[in-house]
Each structure stands twice: as structure tokens, then as C-alpha cells.
């Protein structure tokens, strides 16, 4: 593997775990008492971000490498089915999260103030930066799994 | 529309169409075919079409005329609906990929 | 200094760190608690806790993949990712941080959460260094779901025994 693609394999990663703590960061602080505007905004603009950056250096990584160099080696292996199912499974949720990531986003800084005052807006904006803390977490698992299929 | 309640219908409109084209392009490889053609790959046609979809329906919906004051309760719903939304695209995705990949022969 | 070397630093300093945590927010908090009231100041303590035991999961989680990546690149395959110790702990880890939105969900009260946190952070701790462990991941959760009960259990019994002091 190259340095370029062993970089943008490691980005892809640290990246992605960055953007799960920040929208599990979002969560709790959507659950607080008395939520925290600043560090709403500060935290699911960072989340966005870096899930938009684990997205493309994934995506190089997944689109230029993975396809010709790691996918064969996984479907003669034993574990054949953490390409058919977990990979076809990751990448495609994987397009989800920017889109769910950027509504946590842009409510947080249209909405403001009245985030402060009504709880169920703050509850339903919860269950939305929940998913996308979940489904990042499932992502991330079963990334471990993929890797683990790859056996010279 | 206020702009929050069409990007909110935008991601929702968006998420059922990821499904959708995921799911088409997976059965009928024409579709699959045509987005590695035009997009280099079917992973980044998917994505470049989910953005599309995603400004476009925004865009109508906030052209739908309606009191831009916001409502607190109609923006709850929405968000709500997207949550859904979303993990229901989640399961269908993980049954369609769990068939194709340990039942279908 | 290399990449091997800095996520092992890391790694330890994060699992020191909440390990610690958990176990100083169990302990502030049943001292805060013996008065029936927490004062600003315990409740400030407790925020500093709870923050530091933020950082040690963040730097565990992170310094975690780090190693992931290694193992990658060294296509070290099914014999480290898949072995059973291994997977045991990343389900702990995932337990540790879906404890921390269930109490803030308030799905689960405080009562079950702090032994499933202090138990976990503990267990994670323990099958990170104890290498040579050979038993499977049944048996792993199991002894860990049993020590959940016994944590919980124990709590309860020092938090009484406080209440009846104070009273």
C-alpha cells in the first residue's frame, strides 16, 4: 500500500472516530438540563466536518484500493462474507450520515434559543444525533470486521 | 416552508432515495452499469446523486408557501419523521444485504 | 518515538484515566450523597470527574483504532481481530459509551448505570493486559454480567449502610 493510501486509510478512521465523539458529544449535551448553545454548535459543526473528511479520504481509499486490492483477497478467504455482507453494508449506510449530520447541524444554529426552551425539539434532535452516534459506532465495528478478514 | 422544515424534507426525500437507487443498482445492473460509466465508480455516482437529490428537493420544498414563523411542535415532528426515516433505510439495507448475501443461491 | 509506541502510551494513560474516573465518581458521589444534597461545590468536583473519564474513553477509543490500523497494515488478519478476548472488549467499550447516553436518557437510573460503568471500565482494563487469557467470548460475558450483579449489589449495600449512618 502506498504512503498516500496508508494516509488516507489511517484519516479515514481517526476521522470517523472524531465524528462519533462529537455527536456522542451533541447527544449528551442535547440531554443536559440546561444545553450548552455554543458547545451544540461548535461540536456538531465539527462532527459534520469531520465526517465529510472521513467520506472522501474513505471513498479514495475504497474506490482506488480496496475494489482491485483487498476485496479478492477477502472473497477467496474464509470470511467471504465480510465483503458481501458487512462492506456492501458499510459503505452504503455510510452515505447517509453527512446528510443526517448536516440537519443536527443546521437546526442547532438556526434553532438556537429555542432549543433552550422547548424539550421535546431538544429530544427530537437528540434521537437524531443518537442514530448518527449508532450508526457510526455500527460503521466503525464493522470496519474492524472487514480488516479482519484480510489475510495474506 | 421555513428553510429548516425543506432541508429537514430534503434529508428525508434524500435517505429514501440512497435506499432505493442502493437497492435498483444492486438488482438490475444496467443502473449499475450506468453510474460506474458517468460517475467512475457506483459508490460515487450514489453520492453525487444523493447530493443532488438533496439540494433539489430542499429547494421545492422551501418554495412551498407557508407561515415562516417556526413552529416548535412541526420541527419536532420532522425531525422525528427523518429519525424514522433513517432506521427504517437501515433495515431494509441490512435485510436486502443479509439476503443477497446468505440466502440467495 | 514510534506509532506502536505512542498508542500503547496512550491507550494505557486513556484506561488509567477512566478507570480512575469511574471508580472517584463512585466514591465522590456516594460521599456527596451522604447528606441527601449535593452542594455546588461536590457537584463541580463531580463534573471535573465525569470530564476526565470523557478524555480516558476518547484517548482509549482513539489510541484503539491505532493499534486496529497496525494490525491492518501488517494484515495481521482473523488470529487478532477476531480473537475472542479482543472482541469481548470492544463490546465492553461499546457498553461503556451507550451506559453513558442510557443514563443521560434517563432509560436506566443512576443505580444500575454506575456498577455497568464501574464494571466495565475495570473488565476493559483487565482484558487489554491480560494477554495469555484463553477463554471464549461466552464465558467472558457471562462472568462480566455476573460481576454487573455483584457490583450492583454492593453499591446498594454501602449506599444503605451510608443512609443509616446519616440517619
Known amino acids: ?152 | 416552508m421555513t428553510k429548516l422544515q425543506a432541508l429537514i424534507f430534503g434529508a428525508i426525500i434524500t435517505i429514501i432515495f440512497l435506499t432505493l437507487i442502493i437497492i435498483t443498482a444492486d438488482l438490475y445492473s444496467p443502473l449499475k452499469d450506468f453510474l460506474k460509466n458517468t460517475f467512475y465508480h457506483h459508490w460515487i455516482g450514489k453520492g453525487i446523486l444523493g447530493i443532488i437529490v438533496f439540494l433539489i428537493s430542499s429547494l421545492i420544498f422551501n418554495l412551498i408557501p407557508s407561515s415562516q414563523d417556526i413552529d416548535n411542535q412541526k420541527i419536532s415532528n420532522k425531525l422525528l419523521s427523518l429519525f424514522f426515516t433513517t432506521i427504517l433505510s437501515f433495515l431494509v439495507l441490512t435485510l436486502f444485504y443479509f439476503y443477497e448475501a446468505f440466502i440467495k443461491k | 518515538m514510534d506509532f506502536y509506541t505512542l498508542f500503547k502510551i496512550s491507550h494505557i494513560i486513556g484506561t488509567v484515566l477512566g478507570a480512575g474516573g469511574a471508580t472517584f465518581a463512585e466514591v465522590l458521589s456516594y460521599q456527596a450523597l451522604k447528606d441527601k444534597k449535593v452542594s455546588e461545590e461536590e457537584s463541580n468536583v463531580l463534573k471535573i470527574t465525569f470530564f476526565i473519564l470523557r478524555i480516558g474513553l476518547f484517548l482509549t477509543v482513539i489510541s484503539g483504532f491505532g493499534f486496529l490500523i497496525l494490525w491492518r497494515l501488517g494484515n495481521f488478519g482473523p488470529a487478532y481481530f477476531y480473537n475472542e478476548r479482543f472482541l469481548s472488549k470492544m463490546l465492553i467499550v461499546a457498553i461503556i459509551m451507550l451506559n453513558a447516553l442510557a443514563m443521560q436518557f434517563k432509560i436506566i437510573p443512576t443505580s444500575i448505570g454506575s456498577p455497568i460503568s464501574l464494571i466495565s471500565w475495570y473488565s476493559a482494563l483487565i482484558l487489554g493486559s491480560w494477554r495469555s487469557l484463553n477463554i471464549s467470548f461466552i464465558t467472558i460475558i457471562l462472568f462480566y454480567i455476573v460481576m454487573v450483579i455483584v457490583a450492583y449489589y454492593f453499591l446498594n449495600f454501602i449506599k444503605n449502610k451510608n443512609n443509616k449512618i446519616s440517619t
Open chain 1, 1 to 152: 500500500m502506498s504512503p498516500l493510501l496508508v494516509f488516507f486509510l489511517s484519516s479515514h478512521i481517526f476521522l470517523g472516530i472524531i465524528a462519533i465523539a462529537f455527536f456522542f458529544s451533541v447527544t449528551m449535551n442535547l440531554l443536559k438540563r440546561e444545553v450548552n448553545l455554543f458547545s451544540l454548535k461548535r461540536n456538531s459543526f465539527g462532527g459534520l466536518l469531520a465526517f465529510i473528511l472521513s467520506w472522501l479520504t474513505g471513498g479514495y481509499y475504497y474506490v482506488f484500493y480496496y475494489g482491485d486490492s483487498v476485496k479478492p483477497i477477502i472473497k477467496q478467504g474464509l470470511y467471504s462474507w465480510a465483503h458481501n455482507f458487512i462492506m456492501e453494508l458499510k459503505e452504503h449506510i455510510f452515505l447517509y450520515l453527512p446528510f443526517l449530520a448536516f440537519i443536527v447541524f443546521i437546526a442547532s444554529y438556526l434553532m438556537q434559543d429555542k432549543l433552550k426552551e422547548n424539550e421535546n425539539l431538544r429530544k427530537s434532535l437528540a434521537m437524531l444525533s443518537l442514530t448518527i452516534f449508532i450508526l457510526g459506532l455500527l460503521i466503525a465495528f464493522m470496519g474492524i470486521i472487514i480488516s479482519g478478514a484480510v489475510k495474506k
